[in-house]
């Protein structure tokens, strides 16, 4: 899946496509399809998503940057990630349920760990407290 021609039109197409999806295993793998052309696809839109979660963590956040990790759920390719990086932030755990998706992420070098999961089915691989 791609939207080729890269017009605000296609990408729309491709996000609306996902509706069809119902199950979480359906959602997944239409984010399997999309990973290849996803941040392209989505720069088209002005996804501006990832900065306003990052800004507005950012904001309230008032340990020290570098010493904390931060847990991406739904990490996707990896966009909410650069934007804390840009903000302070620099240690990543990401958590997807699409392999896919977790190539993208790992491909950007940022995350120290990233883990496969399919939220609503399996808990959330992680350890709590320390
Ligand atoms: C719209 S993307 C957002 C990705 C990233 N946070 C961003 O802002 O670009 C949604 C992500 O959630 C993941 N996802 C959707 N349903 C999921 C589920 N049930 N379990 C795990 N991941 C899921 C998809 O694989 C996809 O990477």
Known sequence: MSANSNTFDSVKAVILSAHKSTTSEEKVSFYNRWAETYDRDVAVLDYCAPSLAANSISSHFNAVREATVVLDVACGTG????????????????VDGSEAMLDKARETGLYQDLKQCLLGEEPLPVQWGN
Do not use: I, N
């Open 79 to 94: 966009l909410v990630a650069k934007q804390m990086k840009k903000l302070g932030f620099g240690h990543f755990v990401g």
